[in-house]
């Protein structure tokens, strides 16, 4: 730009060297067309130039665009990672319910209630299947795993949303049951979790049939922490499973 401008000034401050006034007139002409090219050939090259730049600044965009889909697609399969870490900490594999882990943090927290003193009406259902090593050791462990699969949908569509339904290891089950208010609704519940679980069940061309033996205990009644809940309810469980009598409550004396 300077250049030109500098061209045009030097041009702009000559005078023909001719008394001929046509002469003079093609000599401006030709001065003003030199410069007309010279501003083309400038006008040519800052359009060049600015195209190389725009090139440059929509590739330089395109690549922070690319770094930061990728930054997002990472940060989202972090987040996605550490969701799936979670729920399989907390999570049975095969089953798909709530773990041991699971049950007793959510039971710690149920104790917790109204700074520290517990809810009314807390019950824990624990749940052992009769015969379930035969069954495994007849069929094999692959016909195990999918009546264990199966006790586990059944057993989920019995409980309320708000109670919850684990598998604690093995072929051992708990059910947490808040807000009741007698006996004669854990009854209930017992009955029906011992119906379900006890319905004929196919599995390819093998009919079986498996009872669950159910132990129940009450907060605060039989215990105010969750190792003392859960081994008033295992007790109780293995009370049920001595007299086949499907559940039973927890007896502190009979435990004595």
């Given at each position: 730009?300077?250049?030109?401008?500098?061209?045009?000034?030097?041009?702009?401050?000559?005078?023909?060297?001719?008394?001929?006034?046509?002469?003079?007139?093609?000599?401006?002409?030709?001065?003003?067309?030199?410069?007309?090219?010279?501003?083309?050939?400038?006008?040519?090259?800052?359009?060049?130039?600015?195209?190389?730049?725009?090139?440059?600044?929509?590739?330089?965009?395109?690549?922070?665009?690319l770094e930061l889909e990728?930054?997002?697609?990472?940060?989202?399969?972090?987040?996605?990672?550490?969701?799936?870490?979670?729920?399989?900490?907390?999570?049975?594999?095969?089953?798909g319910l709530p773990n041991?882990?699971?049950?007793?943090?959510?039971?710690?927290?149920?104790?917790?209630?109204?700074?520290?003193?517990?809810?009314?009406?807390?019950?824990?259902?624990?749940?052992?299947?009769?015969?379930?090593?035969?069954?495994?050791?007849?069929?094999?462990?692959?016909?195990?795993?999918?009546?264990?699969?199966?006790?586990?949908?059944?057993?989920?569509?019995?409980?309320?949303?708000?109670?919850?339904?684990?598998?604690?290891?093995?072929?051992?089950?708990?059910?947490?049951?808040?807000?009741?208010?007698?006996?004669?609704?854990?009854?209930?519940?017992?009955?029906?979790?011992?119906?379900?679980?006890?319905?004929?069940?196919?599995?390819?061309?093998?009919?079986?049939?498996?009872?669950?033996?159910?132990?129940?205990?009450?907060?605060?009644?039989?215990?105010?922490?969750?190792?003392?809940?859960?081994?008033?309810?295992d007790l109780a469980m293995?009370?049920?499973?001595?007299?086949?009598?499907?559940?039973?409550?927890?007896?502190?004396?009979?435990?004595?």
């Amino acid at each position: 730009m300077e250049a030109v401008k500098t061209r045009l000034r030097l041009q702009a401050g000559q005078r023909p060297h001719t008394d001929d006034h046509a002469e003079a007139v093609r000599y401006l002409r030709q001065q003003m067309l030199t410069c007309a090219v010279a501003l083309d050939q400038l006008q040519s090259g800052l359009a060049g130039h600015l195209a190389e730049q725009r090139l440059l600044a929509q590739q330089a965009l395109h690549s922070m665009q690319l770094e930061l889909e990728q930054a997002q697609a990472e940060l989202a399969g972090t987040q996605a990672g550490e969701r799936r870490a979670r729920h399989m900490a907390l999570h049975d594999t095969l089953t798909g319910l709530p773990n041991r882990r699971y049950f007793r943090q959510r039971l710690e927290l149920a104790l917790r209630h109204d700074e520290g003193t517990p809810p009314p009406g807390m019950a824990v259902l624990f749940m052992d299947l009769d015969g379930f090593k035969a069954i495994n050791d007849n069929h094999g462990h692959q016909i195990g795993d999918e009546l264990l699969r199966v006790v586990a949908s059944r057993l989920s569509r019995v409980v309320r949303q708000g109670d919850m339904i684990s598998r604690i290891g093995g072929d051992e089950f708990a059910c947490l049951r808040l807000d009741w208010h007698s006996r004669g609704q854990l009854i209930q519940l017992a009955v029906k979790l011992h119906e379900v679980v006890a319905a004929p069940l196919t599995l390819g061309i093998l009919k079986l049939s498996i009872k669950p033996s159910i132990g129940i205990s009450l907060c605060p009644a039989d215990g105010q922490t969750v190792t003392d809940l859960l081994k008033a309810a295992d007790l109780a469980m293995y009370h049920a499973k001595q007299q086949h009598s499907g559940h039973a409550f927890f007896d502190q004396s009979a435990a004595r």
